[in-house]
């Protein structure tokens, strides 16, 4: 565990989190602190947060986290669990069904994903595809929402990563990947 706390890496300004919260960032810390937080479990922090401070579940969720990676209990990108996952997010210019058939079938995957390793182990129809990616590394879970005739949303969580970096790394290629996606596409 770090003795020293680094530079908060805040998802939200303290601006944000006090005005939805009540507290900046550094007073909720000190407050957890004095709790006794640093030898808690997340959830025993989640619960802190939730029911003696009555913070919002998303906000408690949110504080709870960024008080982890503030002791050095957490890494970014790193749940509770300790496994590494990160996901990427895209509205899409095109019908669900046809984002679902780029991603589904191999051969039509092959000609916009580059450097592709995804084998699928379970696909639900303009829904989900989910698999193993580089020969069973690491998890792929990709999950497609219809946002009007024309929109789709496509969201990636690419789970069980080896460690922060990692995570950076496959964030960057999965915008690259969204953005071959369109283009392959059109629009």
């Known amino acids: ?13 303290d601006q944000a989190v006090k005005a939805a919260t009540g507290k900046v960032w550094a007073d909720w810390f000190k407050t957890l602190d004095k709790a006794g937080a640093k ?27 960024e008080y982890e990676r503030a002791i050095g209990l957490r890494d970014m990108h790193q749940k509770c669990s300790g496994e590494y996952s990160a996901s990427s997010s895209r509205t899409l210019t095109a019908p669900i069904a046809k984002i679902y058939a780029a991603w ?24 989900s595809v989910r698999g193993a990616w580089d020969g069973n590394k690491s998890r792929l879970s990709v999950n497609f929402y219809a946002k009007g005739a024309d929109r789709t949303q496509v969201v990636i969580d690419h789970m069980k990563l080896a460690d922060s970096k990692e995570c950076e790394k496959m964030k960057a290629y999965w915008v690259e990947a969204l953005d071959q996606l369109q283009g392959a596409l059109g629009a």
């Open 104 to 127: 589904a079938d191999d051969g039509a995957r092959d000609k916009w994903l580059k450097g592709g390793k995804l084998e699928i182990s379970t696909k639900t129809e303009n829904k």
């Open 39 to 65: 030898k808690l479990t997340h959830q025993e922090i989640w619960a802190i947060l939730k029911e003696k401070h009555k913070v919002g579940t998303w906000w408690a969720q949110m504080v709870a986290v």
């Open 1 to 13: 565990m770090r003795t020293t706390r680094p530079r908060v890496n805040k998802r939200s300004s």
